[in-house]
């Protein structure tokens, strides 16, 4: 089935960087863009940024524009989000969520989700 | 930046239930409006895209109307599944906006 399995809970020291994966499986990887959101405890949802699988362009929301940095490897239908200068507001849930629309055009919608990655950000 | 405006932050309703949740943009962003469900733990689940068209699998008993600022989520007969939190998104326009959440709890 379709499906987004995204790596394990991480901590880090503020100042430290962060990289979450998210590995599709049950459909053509390079036909549907990623989207990043995350949660902070207790909060609501924000959107990171886009990567397109196809070409790897990527579009990142103003606020994360400096620090992070989204990449694909096709080979292994994996979609990266590496999040550096990490202080302790990014303690959160990130999600990958995978854009409704096929082809060379996002919907910024996400039909399917991965399971979140617990990042913790604590000296 | 668009912005999404949810209304009510939080609701008490019983089962059987109709809720109704509503959500206003900052400028009129046409159908670009997405519904979603979230349950403690859990990851979001798209509920209805394009402020009206019912995701797959979605029970028909939840609907979307509205267009321009001002859209509706409606749960016609609430079962216990259903509460959870509810969260509006535009896709109008980058930076992807989300509202700040409605939850729907058990009275």
């Known amino acids: 089935q379709v499906q987004l399995v995204q790596s394990g809970a991480e901590v880090r020291k503020p100042g430290a960087s962060v990289k979450v994966s998210c590995t599709a499986s049950g459909y053509t990887f390079t036909w549907y863009y990623i989207h990043w959101v995350r949660q902070a405890p207790g909060q609501g949802l924000e959107w990171m940024g886009i990567?397109?699988?196809?070409?790897?362009?990527?579009s990142y929301a103003q606020k994360f524009q400096d620090r992070v940095t989204m990449t694909r490897d096709t080979s292994t239908s994996t979609v990266y989000m590496d999040l550096s200068s990490l202080t302790s507001d990014d303690t959160a849930v990130y999600y990958c969520?995978?854009?409704?629309?096929?082809?060379?055009?996002?919907?910024?919608?996400?039909?399917?989700w991965g399971q979140g990655t617990t990042v913790t950000v604590s000296s | 930046d668009i912005q999404v405006t949810q209304s009510p932050s939080s609701l008490s309703a019983s089962v059987g239930d109709r809720v109704t949740i509503t959500c206003r943009a900052s400028?009129?962003?046409?159908?670009?409006l997405n519904w979603y469900q979230q349950k403690p733990g859990k990851a979001p689940q798209l509920l209805i895209f394009g402020a009206s068209t019912l995701q797959s699998e979605v029970p028909s008993r939840f609907s979307g109307s509205g267009s321009g600022t001002d859209f509706t989520l409606t749960i016609s007969s609430l079962l216990r599944e259903d509460f959870a939190t509810y969260y509006c998104q535009q896709s109008y326009s980058a930076p992807i906006t989300f509202g700040q959440g409605t939850k729907v709890e058990i009275k």
């Open positions: 969520g995978r854009d409704v629309g096929q082809g060379h055009v996002a919907a910024n919608a996400m039909d399917v």
């Open positions: 400028q009129n962003i046409r159908s670009y």
């Open positions: 990567i397109n699988p196809s070409g790897g362009s990527t």
